[in-house]
Protein backbone atom coordinates (compact mmCIF):
# COMPACT_ATOMS: atom_id res chain seq x y z
CA UNK A 1 0.00 0.00 0.00
CA UNK A 2 1.21 3.70 -1.08
CA UNK A 3 2.44 6.21 1.58
CA UNK A 4 -0.53 8.31 -0.02
CA UNK A 5 -3.01 5.36 0.21
CA UNK A 6 -1.95 4.76 4.36
CA UNK A 7 -2.68 8.35 5.08
CA UNK A 8 -5.82 8.29 3.95
CA UNK A 9 -6.93 5.68 5.44
CA UNK A 10 -5.16 6.72 8.91
CA UNK A 11 -7.06 10.38 8.27
CA UNK A 12 -10.44 8.31 7.88
CA UNK A 13 -10.07 5.99 10.83
CA UNK A 14 -9.50 9.14 12.85
CA UNK A 15 -12.35 11.12 11.73
CA UNK A 16 -14.39 8.17 12.68
CA UNK A 17 -13.48 8.18 16.14
CA UNK A 18 -14.15 11.70 16.65
CA UNK A 19 -17.26 11.54 15.04
CA UNK A 20 -18.12 8.36 17.21
CA UNK A 21 -17.03 10.89 20.75
CA UNK A 22 -18.82 13.75 19.07
CA UNK A 23 -21.90 11.74 18.82
CA UNK A 24 -21.41 10.06 22.50
CA UNK A 25 -21.12 13.26 24.15
CA UNK A 26 -23.96 14.61 22.27
CA UNK A 27 -26.41 11.76 23.89
CA UNK A 28 -25.84 12.08 27.21
CA UNK A 29 -25.78 16.08 27.24
CA UNK A 30 -28.74 17.38 28.72
CA UNK A 31 -28.90 21.30 29.25
CA UNK A 32 -25.27 21.38 29.20
CA UNK A 33 -24.69 19.14 31.42
CA UNK A 34 -22.96 15.19 31.42
CA UNK A 35 -25.36 12.88 32.24
CA UNK A 36 -23.63 9.34 31.83
CA UNK A 37 -22.88 6.39 33.86
CA UNK A 38 -20.05 4.43 34.55
CA UNK A 39 -20.20 2.92 31.11
CA UNK A 40 -20.52 6.01 29.60
CA UNK A 41 -17.49 7.37 30.87
CA UNK A 42 -15.69 3.99 30.27
CA UNK A 43 -16.26 4.10 26.74
CA UNK A 44 -15.53 7.45 26.43
CA UNK A 45 -11.84 7.18 28.04
CA UNK A 46 -11.83 3.87 25.38
CA UNK A 47 -12.81 6.13 22.42
CA UNK A 48 -10.71 8.89 23.48
CA UNK A 49 -7.15 6.76 23.53
CA UNK A 50 -8.66 5.25 20.36
CA UNK A 51 -7.95 8.74 18.60
CA UNK A 52 -5.09 9.14 20.51
CA UNK A 53 -3.73 6.51 19.30
CA UNK A 54 -5.36 7.07 15.53
CA UNK A 55 -3.62 10.35 15.76
CA UNK A 56 -0.05 9.27 16.19
CA UNK A 57 -0.54 6.90 13.44
CA UNK A 58 -2.04 9.69 10.82
CA UNK A 59 0.96 11.75 11.90
CA UNK A 60 3.78 9.18 11.34
CA UNK A 61 2.25 9.01 7.60
CA UNK A 62 2.40 12.96 7.46
CA UNK A 63 5.96 12.78 7.65
CA UNK A 64 6.57 9.97 5.86
CA UNK A 65 4.92 11.73 2.99
CA UNK A 66 6.45 14.64 3.58
CA UNK A 67 9.93 13.27 4.09
CA UNK A 68 9.60 11.62 0.38
CA UNK A 69 8.32 14.71 -1.21
CA UNK A 70 11.14 17.09 -0.01
CA UNK A 71 13.78 14.15 -0.75
CA UNK A 72 11.96 13.89 -4.84
CA UNK A 73 12.07 17.93 -4.63
CA UNK A 74 15.69 18.09 -3.62
CA UNK A 75 16.45 15.07 -6.80
CA UNK A 76 14.66 17.41 -8.93
CA UNK A 77 16.13 20.66 -7.91
CA UNK A 78 19.17 20.52 -6.80
CA UNK A 79 22.16 21.42 -9.29
CA UNK A 80 24.74 22.76 -7.20
CA UNK A 81 26.90 21.46 -5.01
CA UNK A 82 26.23 21.80 -1.49
CA UNK A 83 28.68 23.93 0.29
CA UNK A 84 31.51 22.24 2.32
CA UNK A 85 29.87 18.72 1.61
CA UNK A 86 31.23 15.81 -0.20
CA UNK A 87 30.37 15.71 -3.58
CA UNK A 88 28.23 12.44 -3.33
CA UNK A 89 25.95 11.87 -6.45
CA UNK A 90 23.20 10.39 -8.48
CA UNK A 91 23.63 10.35 -12.25
CA UNK A 92 20.06 9.93 -14.63
CA UNK A 93 19.98 8.00 -17.49
CA UNK A 94 19.03 10.56 -19.39
CA UNK A 95 20.10 13.73 -17.69
CA UNK A 96 23.92 13.06 -17.14
CA UNK A 97 23.95 15.89 -14.61
CA UNK A 98 25.33 15.47 -11.43
CA UNK A 99 22.66 16.01 -8.38
CA UNK A 100 25.11 17.37 -5.29
CA UNK A 101 24.12 15.58 -1.59
CA UNK A 102 25.57 15.03 1.57
CA UNK A 103 25.58 11.35 3.03
CA UNK A 104 22.95 12.53 5.94
CA UNK A 105 20.66 13.37 2.66
CA UNK A 106 21.32 10.71 0.76
CA UNK A 107 20.56 8.52 4.00
CA UNK A 108 17.72 9.82 5.93
CA UNK A 109 16.36 10.53 2.08
CA UNK A 110 16.62 6.92 0.92
CA UNK A 111 13.73 4.75 0.77
CA UNK A 112 15.24 1.55 3.14
CA UNK A 113 15.14 4.40 5.68
CA UNK A 114 11.54 5.87 4.91
CA UNK A 115 10.42 2.03 5.24
CA UNK A 116 12.43 1.76 8.56
CA UNK A 117 10.70 4.95 9.87
CA UNK A 118 7.58 3.38 8.56
CA UNK A 119 7.63 0.16 10.99
CA UNK A 120 7.79 2.68 13.89
CA UNK A 121 11.98 1.89 13.72
CA UNK A 122 11.43 -1.59 14.39
CA UNK A 123 13.82 -4.10 12.84
CA UNK A 124 16.92 -2.24 10.89
CA UNK A 125 18.06 -0.17 7.98
CA UNK A 126 20.71 -0.63 4.64
CA UNK A 127 21.35 1.72 2.63
CA UNK A 128 23.89 1.01 0.23
CA UNK A 129 25.70 4.48 -0.85
CA UNK A 130 26.84 2.66 -3.57
CA UNK A 131 23.02 2.54 -4.93
CA UNK A 132 22.99 6.55 -5.08
CA UNK A 133 26.18 6.68 -6.69
CA UNK A 134 29.19 6.73 -3.80
CA UNK A 135 31.55 4.37 -5.07
CA UNK A 136 34.53 4.98 -2.66
CA UNK A 137 33.11 6.93 0.68
CA UNK A 138 35.97 5.28 2.62
CA UNK A 139 38.39 7.23 0.65
CA UNK A 140 35.90 10.34 0.38
CA UNK A 141 35.68 10.50 4.14
CA UNK A 142 37.09 8.93 7.01
CA UNK A 143 34.53 8.86 10.24
CA UNK A 144 35.89 6.57 13.00
CA UNK A 145 34.37 8.28 16.58
CA UNK A 146 31.09 6.80 17.48
CA UNK A 147 28.34 9.12 17.13
CA UNK A 148 25.47 8.83 20.32
CA UNK A 149 22.68 10.19 22.19
CA UNK A 150 24.86 10.53 25.02
CA UNK A 151 27.96 12.33 23.26
CA UNK A 152 26.21 13.46 20.03
CA UNK A 153 23.24 14.87 18.85
CA UNK A 154 20.44 13.78 20.65
CA UNK A 155 17.25 13.64 18.87
CA UNK A 156 13.94 16.13 18.98
CA UNK A 157 11.13 14.66 20.51
CA UNK A 158 7.66 16.89 20.54
CA UNK A 159 5.81 17.26 23.95
CA UNK A 160 2.15 15.76 23.31
CA UNK A 161 -1.18 18.26 24.04
CA UNK A 162 -2.12 15.48 26.76
CA UNK A 163 -2.33 16.65 30.29
CA UNK A 164 -2.55 14.50 33.00
CA UNK A 165 -5.10 15.65 35.59
CA UNK A 166 -4.58 14.83 39.14
CA UNK A 167 -6.05 12.27 40.94
CA UNK A 168 -9.32 12.95 42.33
CA UNK A 169 -12.92 11.68 42.71
CA UNK A 170 -15.88 11.33 40.72
CA UNK A 171 -18.88 13.62 42.26
CA UNK A 172 -21.73 10.62 42.08
CA UNK A 173 -24.35 11.73 44.51
CA UNK A 174 -25.49 14.62 43.05
CA UNK A 175 -27.01 11.97 40.28
CA UNK A 176 -29.27 10.68 42.93
CA UNK A 177 -31.93 13.46 42.84
CA UNK A 178 -33.47 15.87 40.48
CA UNK A 179 -32.14 18.90 39.46
CA UNK A 180 -34.79 22.19 38.53
CA UNK A 181 -33.71 25.55 37.25
CA UNK A 182 -35.01 28.49 40.12
CA UNK A 183 -34.96 32.01 39.54
CA UNK A 184 -35.01 33.19 43.43
CA UNK A 185 -32.66 33.62 46.25
CA UNK A 186 -34.33 31.55 48.00
CA UNK A 187 -36.58 28.50 48.10
CA UNK A 188 -39.88 28.28 49.89
CA UNK A 189 -42.55 25.60 50.10
CA UNK A 190 -44.64 24.29 52.11
CA UNK A 191 -44.75 20.88 54.69
CA UNK A 192 -47.23 19.50 55.94
CA UNK A 193 -46.64 19.00 59.63
CA UNK A 194 -49.96 18.17 61.38
CA UNK A 195 -52.22 15.07 59.56
CA UNK A 196 -54.80 14.60 61.82
CA UNK A 197 -56.41 10.82 60.54
CA UNK A 198 -60.39 10.67 62.12
CA UNK A 199 -61.64 8.71 59.32
CA UNK A 200 -63.78 6.06 60.93
CA UNK A 201 -66.97 3.81 60.45
CA UNK A 202 -70.03 5.88 61.76
CA UNK A 203 -73.18 4.61 63.45
CA UNK A 204 -76.23 6.07 61.87
CA UNK A 205 -77.35 9.27 62.73
CA UNK A 206 -74.08 9.50 64.95
CA UNK A 207 -71.69 12.89 64.49
CA UNK A 208 -68.92 12.10 61.52
CA UNK A 209 -65.28 12.29 63.29
CA UNK A 210 -63.52 15.36 62.59
CA UNK A 211 -59.61 15.67 60.97
CA UNK A 212 -57.11 18.42 61.19
CA UNK A 213 -54.51 19.44 58.67
CA UNK A 214 -51.88 22.21 59.57
CA UNK A 215 -49.01 23.35 57.56
CA UNK A 216 -45.95 25.05 58.13
CA UNK A 217 -43.84 27.43 55.32
CA UNK A 218 -40.06 26.10 54.87
CA UNK A 219 -37.06 28.24 53.53
CA UNK A 220 -34.26 27.15 51.88
CA UNK A 221 -31.27 29.26 50.75
CA UNK A 222 -29.66 29.71 47.80
CA UNK A 223 -26.03 29.53 48.67
CA UNK A 224 -22.63 29.69 45.82
CA UNK A 225 -19.86 27.79 46.00
CA UNK A 226 -16.66 29.54 43.97
CA UNK A 227 -13.15 29.20 43.56
CA UNK A 228 -10.53 31.27 41.92
CA UNK A 229 -7.38 30.55 39.94
CA UNK A 230 -4.75 33.67 39.17
CA UNK A 231 -2.96 32.76 35.60
CA UNK A 232 -0.53 34.91 33.59
CA UNK A 233 -1.32 36.14 30.17
CA UNK A 234 1.57 34.74 28.60
CA UNK A 235 0.74 31.17 29.87
CA UNK A 236 -2.82 31.98 28.59
CA UNK A 237 -1.87 33.33 24.83
CA UNK A 238 1.28 30.90 24.64
CA UNK A 239 -0.56 27.70 25.34
CA UNK A 240 -3.89 27.90 23.76
CA UNK A 241 -5.52 24.75 25.35
CA UNK A 242 -4.48 26.03 28.93
CA UNK A 243 -8.00 27.93 28.84
CA UNK A 244 -9.63 24.22 27.96
CA UNK A 245 -7.56 22.32 31.09
CA UNK A 246 -8.42 25.09 33.67
CA UNK A 247 -12.10 25.46 33.00
CA UNK A 248 -12.52 21.60 33.23
CA UNK A 249 -10.37 21.22 36.23
CA UNK A 250 -11.81 24.07 38.24
CA UNK A 251 -15.26 22.85 37.22
CA UNK A 252 -14.50 19.53 38.62
CA UNK A 253 -13.34 21.41 41.69
CA UNK A 254 -16.65 23.26 42.11
CA UNK A 255 -18.53 19.78 41.49
CA UNK A 256 -16.54 17.96 44.68
CA UNK A 257 -17.32 21.15 46.66
CA UNK A 258 -20.98 21.01 45.96
CA UNK A 259 -21.16 16.81 46.54
CA UNK A 260 -19.26 17.57 50.38
CA UNK A 261 -21.81 20.36 51.12
CA UNK A 262 -25.11 17.57 49.65
CA UNK A 263 -23.73 14.94 52.52
CA UNK A 264 -22.36 17.01 54.68
CA UNK A 265 -23.00 21.10 54.73
CA UNK A 266 -24.22 22.08 58.55
CA UNK A 267 -26.75 24.80 57.26
CA UNK A 268 -25.61 27.80 58.30
CA UNK A 269 -25.17 30.68 55.35
CA UNK A 270 -23.24 29.94 53.24
CA UNK A 271 -23.37 26.23 53.35
CA UNK A 272 -25.81 23.99 52.56
CA UNK A 273 -28.05 21.64 54.45
CA UNK A 274 -26.58 18.20 54.01
CA UNK A 275 -28.27 15.35 54.61
CA UNK A 276 -26.07 13.80 57.62
CA UNK A 277 -26.78 17.18 59.69
CA UNK A 278 -30.20 17.70 58.34
CA UNK A 279 -32.77 17.74 61.44
CA UNK A 280 -35.32 14.56 61.02
CA UNK A 281 -32.89 12.28 59.51
CA UNK A 282 -33.25 9.12 61.31
CA UNK A 283 -30.76 7.17 62.92
CA UNK A 284 -30.42 2.96 62.62
CA UNK A 285 -26.76 2.42 65.18
CA UNK A 286 -25.63 -0.91 63.68
CA UNK A 287 -24.47 -2.65 67.35
CA UNK A 288 -24.14 -5.95 67.37
CA UNK A 289 -25.67 -5.97 64.23
CA UNK A 290 -23.82 -7.25 60.75
CA UNK A 291 -24.06 -4.83 58.34
CA UNK A 292 -26.76 -6.29 56.30
CA UNK A 293 -29.28 -6.39 59.26
CA UNK A 294 -28.66 -3.22 60.65
CA UNK A 295 -28.89 -1.83 56.93
CA UNK A 296 -32.52 -3.73 56.59
CA UNK A 297 -34.05 -1.45 59.93
CA UNK A 298 -32.78 1.28 58.59
CA UNK A 299 -35.02 0.60 55.35
CA UNK A 300 -37.95 -0.59 57.95
CA UNK A 301 -37.19 3.21 59.62
CA UNK A 302 -37.25 4.60 55.92
CA UNK A 303 -40.55 2.43 54.60
CA UNK A 304 -42.80 2.79 57.85
CA UNK A 305 -41.56 5.97 59.36
CA UNK A 306 -41.03 7.83 56.66
CA UNK A 307 -43.59 6.28 54.77
CA UNK A 308 -40.95 6.21 51.68
CA UNK A 309 -39.01 3.45 49.57
CA UNK A 310 -35.69 3.72 49.39
CA UNK A 311 -34.06 4.79 45.73
CA UNK A 312 -30.05 4.28 47.11
CA UNK A 313 -27.00 4.16 49.56
CA UNK A 314 -24.59 6.12 49.72
CA UNK A 315 -21.18 4.32 51.06
CA UNK A 316 -17.48 5.19 51.85
CA UNK A 317 -15.45 2.93 50.24
CA UNK A 318 -13.67 1.51 53.13
CA UNK A 319 -17.35 0.02 54.10
CA UNK A 320 -18.39 -0.91 50.96
CA UNK A 321 -15.19 -3.66 51.26
CA UNK A 322 -16.05 -4.83 54.18
CA UNK A 323 -19.64 -5.86 52.40
CA UNK A 324 -18.22 -7.34 49.59
CA UNK A 325 -15.73 -8.92 51.46
CA UNK A 326 -18.24 -10.50 53.71
CA UNK A 327 -18.17 -14.71 53.61
CA UNK A 328 -19.92 -17.84 55.09
CA UNK A 329 -18.63 -20.15 57.33
CA UNK A 330 -17.47 -22.40 53.93
CA UNK A 331 -14.93 -19.07 53.10
CA UNK A 332 -17.23 -18.33 50.00
CA UNK A 333 -18.18 -14.78 49.39
CA UNK A 334 -22.05 -13.94 50.23
CA UNK A 335 -22.04 -11.06 47.64
CA UNK A 336 -20.83 -12.52 44.36
CA UNK A 337 -17.38 -14.23 43.46
CA UNK A 338 -14.47 -12.79 42.69
CA UNK A 339 -14.69 -13.95 39.55
CA UNK A 340 -17.27 -11.86 38.22
CA UNK A 341 -18.20 -8.16 38.44
CA UNK A 342 -20.16 -8.19 41.47
CA UNK A 343 -23.32 -6.75 42.78
CA UNK A 344 -23.42 -3.06 43.49
CA UNK A 345 -26.44 -2.97 45.67
CA UNK A 346 -27.66 -4.66 48.54
CA UNK A 347 -31.28 -5.53 49.67
CA UNK A 348 -32.12 -4.18 46.14
CA UNK A 349 -30.81 -0.64 46.99
CA UNK A 350 -28.05 0.41 44.82
CA UNK A 351 -25.06 1.19 46.12
CA UNK A 352 -22.93 5.03 45.38
CA UNK A 353 -19.44 4.96 46.77
CA UNK A 354 -17.91 7.63 47.71
CA UNK A 355 -15.11 9.29 49.36
CA UNK A 356 -17.32 12.36 50.29
CA UNK A 357 -19.33 10.37 52.35
CA UNK A 358 -18.53 10.18 56.22
CA UNK A 359 -16.78 6.50 56.59
CA UNK A 360 -18.63 4.53 58.85
CA UNK A 361 -21.64 6.75 58.04
CA UNK A 362 -24.14 5.10 55.27
CA UNK A 363 -26.79 7.29 54.01
CA UNK A 364 -29.94 5.60 52.91
CA UNK A 365 -33.41 7.64 51.75
CA UNK A 366 -35.53 8.04 48.82
CA UNK A 367 -33.52 10.80 46.81
CA UNK A 368 -35.61 10.70 43.95
CA UNK A 369 -39.03 11.68 45.63
CA UNK A 370 -38.10 13.44 48.58
CA UNK A 371 -34.83 15.33 47.37
CA UNK A 372 -33.94 18.05 44.77
CA UNK A 373 -31.25 20.82 43.93
CA UNK A 374 -32.27 24.06 43.04
CA UNK A 375 -29.91 25.77 40.67
CA UNK A 376 -30.33 29.41 40.72
CA UNK A 377 -27.16 29.36 37.93
CA UNK A 378 -24.94 26.64 36.46
CA UNK A 379 -21.32 26.11 36.30
CA UNK A 380 -20.02 29.55 34.85
CA UNK A 381 -16.01 30.24 34.09
CA UNK A 382 -14.98 34.54 34.15
CA UNK A 383 -11.92 35.81 33.70
CA UNK A 384 -11.24 38.93 34.49
CA UNK A 385 -8.82 41.59 36.45
CA UNK A 386 -8.56 41.74 40.21
CA UNK A 387 -6.85 45.01 41.85
CA UNK A 388 -3.38 45.69 40.39
CA UNK A 389 -3.82 42.41 37.70
CA UNK A 390 -3.58 44.92 34.82
CA UNK A 391 -0.02 46.31 36.02
CA UNK A 392 1.19 42.61 36.21
CA UNK A 393 -0.11 40.99 33.22
CA UNK A 394 -2.18 38.58 35.43
CA UNK A 395 -5.53 37.39 34.87
CA UNK A 396 -7.81 35.60 37.82
CA UNK A 397 -10.27 32.59 36.48
CA UNK A 398 -13.17 32.34 38.30
CA UNK A 399 -15.58 29.52 38.94
CA UNK A 400 -18.75 29.61 39.99
CA UNK A 401 -22.47 27.72 41.06
CA UNK A 402 -25.33 29.15 43.08
CA UNK A 403 -27.66 26.45 43.97
CA UNK A 404 -30.27 25.11 47.34
CA UNK A 405 -30.49 21.46 48.52
CA UNK A 406 -34.06 20.99 49.19
CA UNK A 407 -34.32 18.00 51.79
CA UNK A 408 -38.90 17.31 51.74
CA UNK A 409 -39.00 15.24 53.67
CA UNK A 410 -36.11 13.92 56.10
CA UNK A 411 -37.75 11.28 57.75
CA UNK A 412 -36.92 9.27 54.40
CA UNK A 413 -33.94 9.14 55.09
CA UNK A 414 -31.77 7.23 57.69
CA UNK A 415 -27.89 7.27 58.72
CA UNK A 416 -26.79 4.09 59.42
CA UNK A 417 -24.09 4.05 61.89
CA UNK A 418 -21.30 2.34 62.95
CA UNK A 419 -20.99 0.42 59.95
Known sequence: MSVLMELTDASRKLDGTRA??????????????????????????????????????????????????????????????????????????????????????????????????????????????????????????????????????????????????????????????????TSESAVKYMEETTNTRSAAAVAEAAAKPESARAYTERTVLVEVIATTLPVTEQQLSDVPQLMGVINATLGQEIELAEEDQILTGNGTSPQLQGFLTKTGVQTQAKGADPVPTAFVKAMTLIRFTGFAEPSAAVWHPNDWQDVVTLQDADGRYIFGDPSSSGIKQIWGVPAVVTPAET?????????????????????????????????????????????????????????????
Open 359 to 419: ENTVLIGDFRMYSYLARRMGLRIDVGYVNDDFKKNLKTIRAETRLALVIRRPAAFCKLTGA
Open 20 to 181: KLAELMEKKTTEGKLNWGVEDHDSFKALQKQAGDEHLEKRKWLEIDEADRENKKEIADSKRPISGAPLFGITGAHDHRIIRKSVGELVTGSLEYLDYKSRNNSGHATVHLADYGVDDFAGSANYKTVMSGSAGFSPFVNRSADVVPFALRRPTVQDLMPSIP
